[in-house]
């Protein structure tokens, strides 16, 4: 499988943006999503690599007595070799920040580093010790459509420009459909087996909840905490209620709060933000939520629209991390419950309305309208349906563009 994955998406911005400038390359994302493989694929750039995972025992001894010691498995001796270091799943330790920085200080004009893990790696900014200047941090993501297909990626204007402009080509709707079907996590997806999906689900979810939040929370008892994840399929494109999640769960809502941040910062679901500036009465506290393995949803509805969110979540992350601007996901909803699904903000700025469909080609054009001209941007409705791309005529020539075209069209040259 290693062959799959050495291409992935990040791959070269990784290799231009950090390891080319001796910065140390921060891979974090969910559970199998293939980080492992990622880093190991860097393998035939270097003369020396070597890989440690804090799984491994005798690696964990190292790195708690000195990890300065690490230096003795790479020829120190032969500057002009190219050497690199693969550090997995090390925030499991306490103190690593600092053991790291301790040992970039030392080694990093000699080694290549490469970090990965499965919880939030910029969450040691809450320490006291800084590692700034020192690493460039990358998020990967599931597999997406236009990944998948392979073509090229589009800049952020130019994929946005493209969208309004009509064209022939046929993009292939049968990965699309998988995706939906089987999720982006790449086991399950290249396995193209639904019961290998449901195997695998439980595994990965069992591991989040027993394993990976035991080490990052210490909680004694998870198993409202696993409760509180067959829960949220559920609410999957809705505002979130914490008051309701603490009904049903039956403990205060500050607890509820805090799992929520943990299952979070575990990449078990992702939360978008209500985009309020220049919104007359728009709601601005309760965020929608999404999952990054969004089979568990049972709506059909929902579930597309959770795949469109993960696509332009994992675009925004791709085009903030590799230095195309400041990107962030928002949705828009006022309290009179007029909504659009997605907001793209390129440097705090609106920058592209989207909407989610699976097969209606009419615009709330009053609703979109409305919005459209508080927030100055064009609208694009995402639809399942294959082979739809369509203007929307607008009486005046000033006004934002809005369209309908087919989620195969939308993403094919997204990241």
Known sequence: MLSIFKHRYLFNSIKYLALDRKKMAFISGPRQVGKTTLSKSFKEEFDEFIYKNW?????RKIW???PNSLQIEFSIEKPKLQ???VLDEIHKSSLWKQK?????????QELKFLVTGSARLNIFKKGGDSLMGRFVNFRLHPLSYGEVIGLKTHAPDEWRDSLFRKSDFEYDPGPLLQLLKLSGFPEPYYANSEKILRIWRMGRNEKIVKEDLR???RLPDLAKVEMLATLLPEKVGSPLSVQSLREDLEVSHDTVTRWLNY???LFFFFEIKPWSKSIKRALKKEGKIYLYDWTEIPNQGAKFENLVAAHLLKACHFWTDTGEGKFDLHYIRNKDKQEIDFLIV??????LCLEAKISDVQIDVKTTVKFLNQLKCPFVQIVL???VWKLEKISSDESPKMMVASATRVFAHLP
């Open 55 to 59: 799984d491994e025992s005798s690696f």
């Open 64 to 66: 708690m007595r000195s």
């Open 83 to 85: 050497k690199c270091l």
């Open 100 to 108: 790291l920085k301790g040992l970039y200080d030392v080694l990093g």
């Open 215 to 217: 080490d990052l929370s």
């Open 263 to 265: 299952l979070r910062d």
């Open 346 to 351: 390129k440097d705090t700025k609106p920058w």
């Open 385 to 387: 349906d294959d082979s």
